[in-house]
């Protein structure tokens, strides 16, 4: 049999924080795919979610690796194992949460879009430190950018959205 090398770690230049909610390493950006899609590597801590959100202008494919996380997708909720798959489709609202245990997925998007949100929004991990906050400004300021509208904060689910 022949041992194969291992691959290259990721490079520090991919690799962001936001605060301490989320690590994101970039595996592929989507100006290597022609925009086609891009892919990321993400660990989110215990019980941690994301705010209530859609997404107009891609897709969100999620592939947990280790732990669990619940989605919540338009009138959906399933918790994913390692192993397990979901699709978000485009303008679905949803929001996910890591169970007590923290979760770590790969996270495609279609076309390319998430992983530059987080480079422009994010902390290089190298550089931050535990205090290292989650600047919601920049993030909110590049969501809308970007075509993505925050519905409600972290533990607000699709089904808060009935009779608005």
Known sequence: MTDFPSPPPVPASRQFVLGGHLRLSVLTTAEETDGRHDLSDITLPGDSGTPLHLHTAYEERVFVLSG??????GPDTFTLRSGDFFTIPMNTPHTLKAGPEGARSLTITSPGRFAELIARSGTPAHLATPQTEWDMELFQALTEEFGDVILGPPGATP????GR
């Open 68 to 73: 669990s996380l619940t989605v919540w997708a």
């Open 159 to 162: 089904a808060s959205l009935e």
